[in-house]
């Protein structure tokens, strides 16, 4: 075996300011990965560096940056904790070495066909967790020596930073994306009635649970949705949009918003198992004078009428979707619409706050509502109740309908 060189003090203080420039901050994340890779190769003076990150979700660790192994990531080899070189280090959560690859030892292929003799790999950390993987390797016998350990250990604590801004980063843009496809730019215009919409992220990622939507129905009825899917950010917001697609599937069979929402129960407890979320399902008949209601888990709406006080809406509320071991079957309430009333539906990110409860509130929303154009009803809520800085997502949603003229 050929050992590890033994470094002066020179040449190890050369190899550490290599890999704790601070130059390296200033690249964007996916030039500081590449160029701290060859920087680890040229420091170790190994063949390949490979960057593996997790993907929590499915529990795997995805190539991300290589260096001897850009094969690697182009393929887009991914493998489970556990599993391989990588995924013991991943399992484990040490370092690891091996002085002599053998086939049993590894499941990438790439590794064998790069002709790997030797390996060291490190974990990643971000909060106690581990992330991902940083290993080198080499063409020939090497005994990789603790000095070793500690410098590879050190550019993974570099990698880390760049990979987490790296993983925001796309998942911003991700939840963005979701946002502009899932979250109408504007309310549609149907006859006989007035909308007006706020959205607005409580996080940095830009979207989350809560959605709102109308559509038009081929019956002639129009469909009114607000919901909010448990948790924040991306991921939240790919089951908010599951959902949101299947509701507008089901609107299509089924003339009752209890139904629907019956259908929507199954398909999360079937797909979207260990998720919870709150919907409110409205329909407005054709002739606008009556709003078909079923609430799953969800705040009842606020109406105004002219002339009255806005009432909060007598609904039975049901239970949320993907509580309990069996879907539910649901109730709806048929609520009068007379001209020149508003129904005001939205999510708790608007009413709630840490140090008082929810009645409090709701009680601030219902005097706030009064009858009006639907902008302007958005408008005065929305100054009345949204803080600087909410601490959850807030959607907002409110029809009117159109009085005589």
Request: with cysteine.
């Amino acid at each position: 075996m050929i050992q590890g060189v033994d470094d002066g003090s020179d040449e190890r203080l050369r190899r550490i300011e290599a890999l704790t420039d601070t130059s390296l901050s200033q690249l964007d994340p996916e030039d500081m990965l590449d160029e701290l890779l060859d920087r680890v190769r040229d420091v170790l003076r190994t063949d390949t560096a490979a960057l593996l990150l997790l993907d929590t979700h499915a529990q795997q660790l995805v190539a991300t940056a290589a260096k001897g192994l850009e094969k690697e990531v182009r393929e887009g080899f991914r493998l489970s904790v556990g599993r391989g070189f990588a995924g013991r280090i991943a399992a484990e959560k040490r370092p690891v070495t091996l002085d002599d690859v053998r086939p049993g030892d590894v499941v990438n292929p790439l590794l064998l066909e790069a002709g790997i003799r030797s390996l060291l790999g490190v974990p990643l950390f971000a909060g106690g967790e581990v992330i991902g993987v940083l290993h080198v390797g080499c063409r020939r016998p090497r005994r990789f020596t603790s000095d070793d350990v500690q410098l590879l250990q050190l550019a993974a604590d570099r990698a880390t930073a760049a990979a987490q801004v790296r993983a925001s980063s796309i998942d911003r843009t991700a939840a963005l994306a979701l946002q502009r496809s899932l979250l109408p730019a504007r309310p549609p215009e149907a006859p006989g009635v007035d909308i007006a919409a706020r959205y607005v992220p409580g996080h940095d990622a830009g979207v989350g649970g809560d959605w709102y939507d109308v559509f038009a129905l081929p019956s002639g009825w129009l469909g009114v949705v607000i919901g909010d899917v448990s948790g924040h950010g991306l991921r939240s917001a790919v089951v908010m949009g599951r959902l949101r697609s299947a509701l507008r599937a089901y609107s299509l069979v089924c003339d009752d918003p209890a139904e629907a929402l019956t259908l929507l129960d199954r398909k999360m407890h079937h797909f979207e198992a260990g998720n919870l979320a709150t919907v409110l399902y409205a329909m407005v008949s054709p002739d606008r004078q009556t709003i078909r209601i079923s609430l799953a888990g969800h705040l009842r709406p606020v109406l105004a009428a002219p002339g009255q006080p806005a009432v909060i809406a007598e609904a039975p509320v049901d239970l949320p979707l993907g509580l309990g071991g069996r879907p539910q079957r649901r109730r709806h309430t048929d609520l009068p619409f007379p001209p020149g009333a508003v129904l005001v539906c939205y999510t708790d990110g608007l009413i709630e706050r840490r140090d008082e409860v929810i009645d409090v509130g709701i009680e601030r929303l219902r005097a706030a509502v009064t009858t009006g154009p639907a902008e302007q009803v958005c408008a005065t809520v929305m100054a009345s109740l949204a803080e600087e800085r909410p601490g959850d997502d807030i959607a907002l949603l409110a029809i009117g309908r159109a009085a005589p003229a």
